[in-house]
């Protein structure tokens, strides 16, 4: 009898997986004629290597206060991914550089952001910091919810294809995106165990939502003002974004919304996002993760 999509999730094992990509012959927009949809999706290398850091140094802040072994592990495994995304999107930032895209003054900008303002405050009394590390695990939450629905629709975005996609890119953006589904319920389940009430989680939404909606269209901004080859003749619009979105190369905003709203249910929970199933069936099949199998 075939498992329910609840057993799949339930037995998963959460563990680092090395993974290889050959970013030499990447153009600088890699989606073919669309530097705007290229350039909204590339927002991911400039916020993911230092959020996903942070994220990692949450958790570990986090380690000392959990008391469920099973969990110990999933937050475990959770960190060990997590780090693994930060260095794929470091090569990615790296190659821009490369191409004459300078990413490092918004970058350097996210730093300051995830280390001196969301970072742990110093002189805190223990009761202090064990209340700063549960605000910080809801603030994390919130993004991994956004993160499991961005990555359930790389998983399922066809008009990727047939925008001739970038194959190395698209395959980053699927391998991390069925990450983040497998790992979806790790920072809510986390947040949970330390805090049951409902008020922290929507706080967390709260804050997070709108930080990282307004970060994304600084981003596109950026990258798009920085471009050497659109020398700042493009400017980046909401009608361009939903024009992109019903094509199918980047996600519905009116979609996104929904999925936040979702989050304020009591009854909520990540397993009701994407497919495990499904996002095992990609990684299994990774062109990254084979390449990497067989250095």
């Known amino acids: 009898m075939p498992r329910t999509a609840a057993e799949v999730?339930?037995?998963?094992?959460?563990?680092?997986r090395d993974v290889k990509f050959d970013w030499s012959r990447l153009p600088l927009h890699w989606i073919p004629?669309?530097?705007?949809?290229?350039?909204?999706?590339?927002?991911l290398h400039l916020l993911l290597p230092e959020g996903e850091r942070w994220f990692t140094e949450v958790f570990k802040d986090a380690l000392p206060l959990i008391t469920d072994e099973q969990l110990r592990e999933e937050v475990l495994g959770f960190i060990g991914q997590e780090a693994i995304h930060a260095e794929a999107h470091q090569e990615v930032l790296?190659?821009?550089?490369?191409?004459?895209?300078?990413?490092?003054?918004?970058?350097?900008?996210?730093?300051?952001l995830f280390q001196r303002i969301l970072g742990p405050k110093p002189h805190?009394?223990?009761r202090q910091r064990r209340e700063n590390v549960i605000e910080r695990v809801a603030f994390v939450a919130a993004i991994e919810h956004f993160t499991a629905f961005l990555g359930n629709w790389a998983l399922n975005s066809p008009g990727l294809e047939r925008a001739?996609?970038?194959?190395?890119?698209?395959?980053l953006l699927r391998w991390?995106?069925?990450?983040?589904?497998?790992?979806r319920?790790?920072?809510?389940?986390?947040?949970?165990?330390?805090?049951?009430?409902?008020?922290?989680?929507?706080?967390?939404?709260?804050?997070g939502g709108p930080l990282l909606v307004h970060l994304w269209v600084?981003?596109?901004?950026?990258?798009?003002?920085?471009?050497?080859?659109?020398?700042?003749?493009?400017?980046p619009s909401w009608r361009q974004a939903w024009d992109g979105a019903q094509r199918g190369m980047l996600p519905d905003p009116i979609q996104s919304l929904r999925s936040g709203l979702r989050y304020f249910k009591l009854r909520y929970h990540p397993t009701q996002e994407g497919s495990s199933a499904q996002a095992l069936g990609y990684l299994a099949t990774s062109p990254a993760a084979r390449a990497a199998a067989t250095r």
């Open 9 to 16: 999730h339930t037995d998963l094992v959460l563990e680092p």
């Open 33 to 43: 004629d669309e530097p705007f949809a290229t350039h909204t999706i590339n927002v």
């Open 94 to 112: 790296d190659h821009l550089l490369g191409q004459g895209l300078d990413p490092r003054p918004y970058v350097r900008q996210i730093a300051w």
């Open 124 to 126: 805190l009394s223990p």
């Open 164 to 171: 001739k996609a970038d194959p190395t890119m698209l395959d």
């Open 176 to 183: 991390h995106g069925a990450e983040e589904v497998e790992h």
């Open 185 to 207: 319920s790790v920072a809510f389940d986390l947040l949970v165990h330390l805090d049951r009430g409902y008020g922290r989680r929507i706080r967390g939404m709260v804050l």
């Open 218 to 235: 600084r981003g596109v901004r950026y990258l798009l003002a920085a471009d050497p080859e659109l020398r700042g003749r493009l400017k």
